[in-house]
Nanobody, 120 residues
C-alpha cells in the first residue's frame, strides 16, 4: 500500500518561510523521482519542483527559482520543499507525487495535499 503524506503547510506572512515534507510508506523513494505541484482555487495544477532518483538532478519553475529548494533524505524516506521569501501568489494546495525514475509527466503516486496560505 503506497502512501504519500504531505505536512508543514500553514499560514505565513509574506517574506516568511515554510518547509513542506513528503513522507512515504509502502514505497522507497530512493527509486523514484519526486515532484511538488500546487493548485490555487480556479487555476490548473502546476509543477513547482522535482528531484530525480538517479542523480539527484533538480528542477524548478521559473516563478520559484532562488526561493524554493527541494531535497531528499533517503534514511527518512522523505522529500522536502524549503520555501523562502514567500509571496501571496504562492498560496495554493501543495501536493507531492512520485514517478520513476526521472522527472517528467508520469506520476502514479500522489499525496492528498497541504494548504499553504501567504497573507498578512
Amino acid at each position: 500500500q503506497v502512501q504519500l503524506v504531505e505536512s508543514g503547510g500553514g499560514l505565513v506572512q509574506p517574506g516568511g518561510s515554510l518547509r513542506l515534507s513528503c513522507a512515504a510508506s509502502g514505497v522507497t523513494l530512493d527509486y523514484y523521482a519526486v515532484g511538488w505541484f500546487r493548485q490555487a482555487p480556479g487555476k490548473e495544477r502546476e509543477g513547482v519542483s522535482c528531484i530525480s532518483s538517479s542523480d539527484g538532478t533538480t528542477y524548478y519553475a521559473d516563478s520559484v527559482k532562488g526561493r524554493f529548494t527541494i531535497s531528499r533524505d533517503n534514511a527518512k524516506n522523505t522529500v522536502y520543499l524549503q520555501m523562502n521569501s514567500l509571496k501571496p501568489e504562492d498560496t495554493a494546495v501543495y501536493y507531492c507525487a512520485a514517478g520513476l525514475p526521472k522527472c517528467g509527466s508520469y506520476y502514479p503516486y500522489w499525496g492528498l495535499g497541504t494548504q499553504v496560505t501567504v497573507s498578512s
